[in-house]
């Protein structure tokens, strides 16, 4: 178990939420991931033209959705399901900017046999959470205050600040620290290179607030643009390199209304006894590392891809990421790979999504003969591509395959059900001895159903769910009924 000792960055980051000016904020610039409602609003109305914001990278920006939703005018008609969505997100907007006030949140939740594999939609990770909030609405700064004390925590730190950020918005770029989940890629399930499997790594991060495009001609074809870089510190108690950083890059792109386009790239660097200088900065983002000794290279790298294509002519979208665990020639290599489609529609008011979706976390996973023992394994940071014993990446960590489904349901009064289903191959050769979900080959089987409604002047989500978990290997298994609830609301 990893033990509760405050890290040097973790406690500044801390600091300056403390004592950030309280005089000018912004509250919630952005939509963070996990809302899986929100999710499919904003994705209906970008695929209907309404948002032009690329929706692959979340956080999201609300200043750029409520900018584009402004433009929407009553003289086109739109079907009833559409207007619905429209209307949710605009309330959204508008309670995410509510300005000069103190907003402040409580809220409760409990979990039974808490979930495996963590997908988009956040549920609870504890047996039992008690959390509260505050945030401030200025012009220029943006500040939440939130913690949260956890019951039977599995990394043994019962009190969180997670959901905690300051923000300054610099021109079109938005400067912030915090404990803030990112979601990286187009998948529903899981994203093979930053997700929100793991607790947000404390950071600091840069990010354009609005895509806009470039001025000038020669680069209008990239279309609208967003681009985000963050550095974060992980644990101090990793057996290999303690207090090693994370760094990220992403940027994504619009070049046609349909289609999106995502490059990643991250990296684990710094750390105890390891070099740690701005010429190892240098050399990691230059790639000047695997023709270097081992004692001198800077770090270890993945990179990548990904694309969404809405199809013109039928509710249907295509996507897929191809993340790269090593370099070859100076591009990525030996990939792992995620493919899904999604469609949707509506009836009345109510509107539907369904989605299927396939990962192989196997490097170079479309070949014959897949390399195992690779994937999110460094012999420089040998405790794995991990923030507190939890994959970075996607939820099923390395050498595993999973196949996905999931249906939600829409009602026109904004509550909404999910059923999510999935069977996953885990850890398939037994070649990871440090795989976050098990050490030996195993597969895990899983159904859930959700529920979201409003209650007590809140929000209520509860879930009741079936998993089995078989380790032929191990002689394990472990099938049990899951169940949680969580409750929110608004405290003025």
């Not at 300005?99 to 039974?112: C, I, K």
């Not at 904004?414 to 037994?430: D, E, M, P, T, V």
Request: glycine residues 10%; charged residues 20%.
């Amino acid at each position: 178990m990893i033990r509760d000792r405050r890290r040097p960055f973790e406690t500044l980051t801390v600091l300056v939420l403390l004592l950030f000016p309280l005089s000018a904020a912004l509250a919630d610039p952005w939509a963070a991931p996990g809302d899986a409602r929100l999710r499919h609003d904003l994705e209906l109305l970008s695929d209907t033209g309404l948002v032009k914001a690329p929706l692959t990278s979340w956080p999201v920006s609300w200043a750029e959705v409520g900018r584009d939703l402004s433009a929407v005018t009553a003289d086109i008609a739109h079907p009833a399901h559409i207007d619905a969505a429209l209307a949710r997100v605009r309330a959204a907007v508008s309670d995410a900017g509510r300005a000069g006030e103190w907003v402040r949140d409580v809220g409760v939740a409990g979990s039974v046999e808490p979930m495996t594999l963590r997908r988009f939609a956040d549920v609870p990770r504890g047996t039992g959470e008690l959390v509260a909030s505050a945030q401030y609405t200025g012009a220029r700064f943006a500040l939440r205050l939130q913690a949260s004390a956890v019951g039977d925590p599995s990394d043994d730190q019962d009190v969180r600040f997670d959901g905690s950020y300051a923000s300054v918005v610099l021109g079109n770029w938005m400067l912030s620290t915090g404990f803030v989940d990112r979601w990286w890629g187009p998948g529903w399930e899981g994203s093979l290179i930053y997700g929100t499997n793991q607790r947000p790594i404390p950071s600091i991060t840069v990010e354009r607030n609005y895509s806009d495009p470039f001025d000038a001609r020669w680069l209008a074809w990239v279309g609208q643009w967003r681009l985000a870089f963050t550095l974060g510190q992980l644990e101090g108690d990793r057996g290999d390199a303690p207090h090693a950083q994370f760094l990220g890059m992403r940027v994504t792109w619009k070049p046609h209304a349909r289609v999106e386009v995502g490059i990643s790239r991250s990296a684990q660097w710094c750390g105890r006894g390891r070099p740690c200088s701005f010429g190892t900065l240098w050399d990691l983002l230059a790639g000047n590392d695997n023709d270097q000794p081992l004692a001198a290279q800077p770090g270890n790298q993945l990179a990548g891809f990904d694309i969404r294509w809405s199809v013109p002519w039928i509710p249907l979208a295509v996507y897929g990421q191809a993340i790269g665990e090593d370099e070859a020639g100076g591009l990525p290599s030996k990939y792992l790979g995620l493919v899904g489609a999604e469609s949707w529609g509506g009836w009345g008011a109510r509107s539907w999504r369904v989605h299927a979706e396939y990962a192989d976390t196997a490097c170079i996973f479309n070949g014959s003969q897949p390399e195992f023992g690779c994937a999110y394994r460094n012999i420089i940071y040998s405790d794995g591509y991990q923030f507190r014993e939890q994959s970075v990446g996607h939820a099923i960590d390395g050498d595993s395959r999973q196949l996905a489904f999931g249906v939600m349901l829409v009602e026109a009064d904004g509550s909404s059900w999910q059923l999510a289903a999935q069977n996953a191959k885990i850890n398939r050769a037994g070649a990871n001895p440090v795989q976050s979900v098990s050490v030996v080959p195993a597969r895990v089987r899983s159904a859930d159903l959700y529920h979201r409604r409003g209650l007590f002047g809140g929000d209520v989500k509860f879930g009741v769910g079936y998993e089995e978990f078989d380790s032929t290997e191990a002689g394990d298994s472990d099938n049990c009924f899951r169940g949680f609830a969580q409750w929110t609301r608004a405290v003025q």
